[in-house]
């Protein structure tokens, strides 16, 4: 998606300017066509024009999605035209860029287009799984029933995420205050004692000696460790995406101790509730494989869904494929073929994605029971080292004094 520099009318009839992302200058137009502006000027920005931004997560969340959804299912279901909902559920999202999103849509309704195909050229905010769903509602005259599946397809999906990142949340803020304590104690409460340990005259133990020593190598280079720091992160990210950083990342997301199982269990209900959700609403076999590899975020499994496609194409069971890349578990491959077997696959995916739901919330709450002593293990040897740096030579000083 680019950026985009903009002049345009307002409806108070003042020029405005700003920026806007989108996947082309046209759709960039008509974003601007439906917050009610009058477009003037409309050009792309290079990097030293565009505007530095700093966003956190992903820019519409399924929970977003899936109130969307539900919005627009109770209006039409009340018997409200397409274009009235989509202007009432506009108005309604708090999401300013699926507002947007919404806005434009309904503006490509309005002129004679259909809402899937308007939908369409939103499809940087709008997910694939989303507009086919939409489009086959449209064609089979079920637009109700495509808007209450995706809605219930969304809220499990937001639960799933919702599971694994409680599970991070304690681990990610006891490390980073662990990491904040310690360097406000190296760079503000040890010199403060280092001067007093200065006075005695006496060799100092190596407990004590080892925390000045870096409480001074912290001190003097914090600025260029604050650098390095920023370095090796930006290194990371930027070689993450290039192909081979990005499948390292992929394998080490499936093979890291701990998370790689819970990762896996996630990426299987994912690929068994979209398949499942696609499938029963009458989307080919293929399509699905292919919209659902779009939806995950891990290389490798990409890779196996692609390929799995291409042998659906020559005949091929899907069951086969997945067997055969060693990626996916037992369970997931057995579930397939009775699925193919049985002539049910979206009744049988949509099991295999509820008991995958169920093991990633088990599986969470065990990651939080083991990862919990770990984490206190950590503290609580960060804290005695600090304190016997501190007090082993108070002590000694105190012996010092009364053998005098």
């Known amino acids: 998606m680019d950026s985009f520099s903009y002049v345009a009318i307002a409806k108070d009839g003042k020029e405005k300017k700003g920026s806007i992302e989108a996947a082309s200058q046209d759709h960039a137009l008509s974003q601007l066509k439906a917050d009610g502006l009058i477009p003037l000027t409309v050009t792309a920005q290079t990097f030293l024009t565009k505007d530095l931004s700093i966003s956190f997560g992903t820019k519409v969340k399924p929970r977003d999605y899936s109130l969307f959804c539900r919005q627009t299912l109770g209006i039409i279901a009340a018997g409200v035209n397409i274009i009235d909902a989509l202007e009432i559920v506009g108005e309604q999202t708090e999401n300013k860029y699926l507002k947007r999103a919404i806005k434009a849509t ?6 004679g287009d259909g809402l899937a195909a308007s939908m369409q050229t939103q499809q940087d905010i709008f997910p694939q799984i989303l507009i086919n769903m939409v489009e086959a509602g449209e064609a089979s005259g079920s637009l109700e029933i495509a808007f209450d599946r995706m809605a219930s397809h969304f809220e499990k999906e937001a639960k799933l995420k919702a599971m694994i990142k409680k599970a991070m949340i304690y681990p990610s803020v006891v490390g980073i205050v662990a990491i904040g304590v310690i360097i406000v104690m190296m760079v503000a409460v040890v010199p403060n004692f ?13 407990i004590t000696r080892m925390v000045r020593n870096a409480s001074q190598f912290i001190t003097s280079n914090i600025l260029l460790l604050a650098a390095l720091i920023a370095a090796i992160i930006a290194g990371i990210k930027a070689y993450k995406k290039t192909p081979t950083g990005e499948e390292m990342f992929a394998k080490l997301a499936l093979t890291i101790p701990v998370f790689g199982k819970l990762n896996m269990k996630s990426y299987c209900s994912r690929y068994a509730r979209n398949i499942s959700t696609l499938l029963s609403a009458g989307i080919p076999l293929m399509e699905a494989i ?19 496609k291409e042998e659906v194409a020559r005949g091929v069971p899907l069951s086969i494929p997945l067997k ?16 193919e077997e049985t002539g049910n696959m979206e009744a049988m995916l949509e099991r295999l994605a509820d008991y995958y739901d169920e093991e990633v919330d088990i599986g969470t709450q065990s990651l939080s029971a083991v990862l919990e002593p770990f984490i206190i293990l950590f503290l609580a040897v960060i804290v005695c080292i600090l304190i016997a740096s501190i007090m082993t030579p108070m002590l000694q ?6 053998s005098l």
């Open 106 to 111: 309904q503006s490509g309704v309005e002129k």
């Open 194 to 206: 280092e001067s007093l340990f200065g006075q005695m005259g006496t060799e100092l133990p190596w």
């Open 290 to 308: 292919e919209i659902t590899a779009k939806t995950v975020d891990n290389k490798i499994i990409q890779n196996v869904l692609l390929k799995a």
């Open 324 to 339: 055969a890349s060693g990626i996916f578990p037992a369970m997931v491959c057995h579930m397939t073929k009775i699925g």
């Open 397 to 402: 000083m105190y012996n010092d004094l009364d």
